[in-house]
């Protein structure tokens, strides 16, 4: 077992945490202060090959593992939340999707659009009465004349309200019965599509999350995304892409907490001393920095699972487990070491918080992972 990264990973993490740096870290705060989505920043991700990391070349992508994609994640998501969900916890699910379910016309035709952020996307699945029960949906989609009508409400989606291809999951009906769920890639300029931003946000304000509505929205048949057979498998999927991205941004965002605590407790003094020399600040540094550790281990293990196509979906609830809650714990005691600080708008701390205390919902809540580990050790399908 090699723990080591290849030498292409450590130029991928270069590059993605430079860029992040340099392009991302400088307007964050400014853009969560604004809640301003910076659309222009993602533009400038196409040319680094960040919006296509795990496409294969021949679609226009970088074609990298998912180590290296992990990396990219966690090295964005260190500088935004907010950017690492929009790209990585949205636009590159629905490429995954598609690599994964779509037909070779869908994957011609679609992918190297969206890695040159051409089209961007998003993931609807979200209703305002369902939520883990992921499945029991009120959309619907019915085959009328040839084409694919789709009716219903999608909340809470991230990037609905900019996103110009949108992968939506409803029921579907046949001759008024129900017939299992559909994967439709719906394009906004569909007649009868709509989004309206959502406005109360306390984390993530530099996020576009929206309601998207389909009312009598008419789709070619050969839009739909694998088929209705494998329906929940395709659901499966999507949830397992976002929730590892998710796992990668929570480690992205604790070690953002490692960083400016460490960096604070160097300076600061207090009672003639840098604070770093006292035992509680060292014990909260030191709990960021192993949990934080553990999380990115068991990351990129999925990461390593994903990229052999070995089953991994075990690892992953531990993994998204795990990091979330690392990040809600560093983001408090980051907080704490900053002291009065910690909570002021001067520095990101506090945005680190809301951000990832919002982010932790996406893809189901951490109880629900909670649930799928105790499912896997009890054997309990
Ligand atoms: C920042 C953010 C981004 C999001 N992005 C998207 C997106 O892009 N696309 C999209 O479609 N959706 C998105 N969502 C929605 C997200 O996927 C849901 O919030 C999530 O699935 C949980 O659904 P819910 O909020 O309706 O909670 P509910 O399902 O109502 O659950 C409420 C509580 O009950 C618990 N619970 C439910 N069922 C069980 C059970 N069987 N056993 C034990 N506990 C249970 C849950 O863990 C939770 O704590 C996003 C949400 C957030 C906050």
Known sequence: MDFSLTEEQVMVRNMAW????????????????????????????????LLGSIVPQEY???????????????????ASLSIALSVFGSHSVVEEMLMTWGSDQQKQRYLPLMCKGELFSCCALNEPGVGTDVGNFGSWAELSQGWWVINGEKVFVVNGGV?????????????????????F?????????????????NGLRACNIANVYFRGCRVPQENLLGSIENGN?????????????????????????????????????????????????????ADMTIGTEAARLLTYQVADLKTRKQPFSKQLAMARYLASDVAIRAATDAILVHGAYGFGK?????????????AIEDGGSPLIHKLTVARHALGIS
């Open 18 to 49: 430079q860029f992040a740096t340099n392009s991302i870290e400088p307007t964050a705060t400014g853009d969560d202060n604004a809640e301003h989505f910076p659309q222009e920043i993602i533009g400038e991700m196409a040319p680094l090959g």
């Open 60 to 78: 226009g992508g970088s074609g990298l593992d998912y180590i290296s994609h992990a990396i990219i994640i966690e090295g964005i998501a260190r």
């Open 163 to 183: 996103s110009t291809l949108i992968l939506a999951v409803t029921k579907v009906s046949k001759n008024g019965g129900e017939r299992g769920l559909g994967a």
């Open 185 to 201: 890639l719906i394009t906004r300029d569909v007649a009868g599509f709509s989004s309206q931003d959502t406005v109360t946000k």
């Open 233 to 285: 498998k395709i659901v499966e999927s999507l949830l397992h892409g976002i929730n590892f991205s998710i796992a990668a941004s929570c480690v992205g965002v604790a070690q953002a907490c490692i960083d400016a605590s460490i960096k604070y407790a160097e300076e600061r003094q207090a009672f003639g001393r840098t604070i770093g020399k006292f035992d509680m600040i060292q014990e909260m540094i």
């Open 346 to 358: 001067d520095l990101p701390l506090e945005r680190y918080f809301r951000d990832v205390a919002e």
